[in-house]
Each structure stands twice: as C-alpha cells, then as structure tokens.
C-alpha cells in the first residue's frame, strides 16, 4: 500500500522567501497533507518584511538563522516524526504541487513495493516553466545518464536521482541511510542521500503521472553556440555562492565511497564544461571566477559547512 494523507506531513524550508509564491505553495500543498511545518533559514536580524509571517495552516519553525538546507530539511523531518508522521513531502519553497501530486506518488509507492522495491523516495515530474521544459527521470551510464522515457501504463520507474523539491520520503529509511548530510548545506544534497540510500539496497522511483512546478537556478537562458553543439539548448545562470557550493559539493561527493564510480566519472568528464559555462554567461565574472577557485579548492581539501 502507498502512503495516505494522514500518514504524510508536508516540510518546506524557506530563506528569505517571496510570499506569493510561498502562498501558492502552501494552498496547493494543504489540501494533500495531514500538516505542513516551515523551517525558516531566514536570519532573525533580517527585516521583519522579509522574514516568513504566520501562515494560515503551516506551524513555522524559525532557526533564526541560515543553517542550509540539508539541515533545514532533517529538523523538518524530526518535527514530523514527533507527530507520528511515516512519510515527509519535501518542498523548497519556489514550488507548486499539482492538485493530485501525493495522490500520484502514493500510487507509485504501491506499485514499486508490489514489485518487490523497498521504496525510500518517490519524486514527481517537474517542469521549470521560464524554460517550458519538463526534466526526466535519469539512470546513470558511464560516459552520460540516460533518460528513461515512461510508457503510458507505468506507474512508476526506476531513477538514480530525485530532486529534494516534490519528494515523498520514508521517514523509517533515515534510520538506517542517515539524515541529510548538512556538511553539504545546500547543493548536492539530494543526490547524496539518494546514493545512499541505493547503496544499502534501498530503490528511488519517479512517478510520470505526477507533477510539480519548480525553478531551478536565477535564470534561464539560450546556451551559447559551442554549448549547443554538446547537446544543450537552453542554460541555467547562477549566482556566485550558488557556483561555490554546486562546485565544491561535486568535488566533495568524489570522495565518498557509496558514491556510484559511473556518477564520479561522467561527472569529472562534465565539470572543466560547468565551470567554462558558468564564466561564459556570468554577469559578475571576476566574482563567478573567484567562487568558482574557490569551490575547486575547498572540493578539493574537502571543506563543508557554510561558505566563508
């Protein structure tokens, strides 16, 4: 059986959020769940108009100041589990579920476990719609991933990567896989608990016919003409201390043993293109270039915590 509503709580973990759209969010995400919990990473000394208010419906659990996200998603999960919820859905705070999303999931939950799975997460399809584009469920290949196309009866597959954001997380995994590694602090978190996860036998699934709205980096834009070439057609601009951390955290997870060796060396192969992207479409180019150096050494050295 997949999980029911009153066995599921909804955690959102916030910084500095936009209101509307945490609104939006939460209206769509009320309705699925037995009850929703904000993490706030929002420093306490911010301005009080950028802070999270009190939110009809969601119980806000302030930090008062920025502990990352891996952090802010296992005090989510501790609140959950102190009010006797099994499953988390995990939500950033820039996404919209459909209005049947956790419907959608706990049917793919049941599916995977009829066929012998030992579920740890399902994650929906989500759609960035600054670019219109739909991202697919991945399975990983030595030299590239290869995109899993769902026929029209599957209710589930299998994937090697889920995103944090629209995910169904078994609470009871964590006892054995572990929390969220906060060293991490934000990026690369979720493909770190998910390998490890796999590698202790348990399964991530994607469900097709679920979906989520969600955006991905500050902005999109059309690739460069070389980039193209190698396949891509739109890009993704991030900010400097995003790069640091998308650069050190990749770094980082080559050391990890429980890291599958296929990842590690696509990932190696790809990084010299990232990092010559992000310089090629950075506005700040002296700054992009100082927290790209930056992130390489610290990867290297294999430093976590908060960027300093």
Known sequence: MGPSREEVV?????????????????????????????????????????????MDGAEIVSLGFN?????????????????GASFALLFDQDSVPAPDMLERLADAWSAAGTSGLRVA????RFLDDRGARVFPF????????????????DEFVRTDILITSGCLLALGC???????????????????WGFRARARG???????QATLKHRIGDEHVVAPRWARLLGKDRAIRHGPQRLYYMTRNRIRLYWLPHVPLAWKAQDLLRLPAKILLSLWLAQ????????????????LANRGGVMR
């Open 121 to 124: 997460a399902a994650g929906p």
């Open 284 to 299: 700040d180019r002296s700054g992009v270039a100082r927290a790209l150096a930056r992130g390489v050494l610290d990867g």
């Open 67 to 83: 502990a990352g996200l891996a952090a802010g998603l296992n005090r989510g999960c501790e609140w959950a589990r102190a009010r």
């Open 138 to 153: 991945l399975r990983m290949g030595l030299l590239r991933n290869r995109v899993v196309v769902p026929r029209p009866s």
């Open 202 to 208: 348990w399964a991530l699934i994607g469900a097709p």
């Open 10 to 54: 909804g955690v959102v973990v916030t910084y500095f959020p936009e209101l509307s759209a945490l609104r939006e969010l939460l209206a769509a995400a009320r309705p699925q769940v037995a009850a929703l919990v904000i993490i706030d990473n929002t420093p306490a000394d911010a301005p009080a108009a950028r802070r999270c208010p009190p």
């Open 174 to 192: 964590i006892d054995e896989v572990g929390p969220m590694d906060e060293s991490l602090f934000i990026d690369n978190v979720d493909v770190e």
